[in-house]
């Protein structure tokens, strides 16, 4: 079984800067697909970016592109996400999610694809 949990949420204002983290305990295998998601009040949850756990390499939704950097620290088994030039548009609630077993080599923003989350981590961008 694998547990996730968020860390980092909070209050900052247009134009500032975040860092999520989401550490990961249990059981998972080598490979794995780990991503954020967000869900803004009204609206679906949706993908902000996935990392393919094996290299590393990293997908994008277009409206984070250039101003969020997923990451992760394999000795820490956490994943980061680092937000920066918030604007009030990415006020949410974010998730981390995972899928071990499998690889992403592209950008997978679908919520079925996974199937371990987070409790969620509230970020609030005032103007």
């Known amino acids: 079984q694998v547990q996730l949990m968020e860390t980092g949420g909070g209050s900052v204002q247009a134009g500032g800067s975040l860092r999520l983290s989401c550490a990961v305990s249990?059981?998972?295998?080598?490979?794995?697909?780990m991503a954020w998601f967000r869900q803004a009040p009204g609206k679906e949850r949706e993908g902000v970016a996935n990392?393919?756990?094996?290299?590393?390499?990293?997908y994008y939704a277009d409206s984070v592109k250039g101003r969020f950097i997923i990451s992760q620290d394999n000795a820490k088994n956490t994943l980061y996400l680092e937000m920066n030039s918030l604007k009030p548009e990415d006020t949410a609630v974010y998730y981390c999610?995972?899928?071990?077993?499998?690889?992403?080599?592209?950008?997978?923003?679908?919520?079925?694809?996974?199937?371990?989350w987070g409790q969620g981590t509230q970020v609030t961008v005032s103007s």
């Open positions: 990392l393919n756990k094996y290299d590393s390499r990293q």
């Open positions: 249990g059981k998972s295998s080598g490979t794995a697909c």
């Open positions: 999610a995972m899928v071990p077993g499998v690889s992403c080599p592209v950008f997978l923003p679908r919520v079925a694809a996974y199937n371990y």
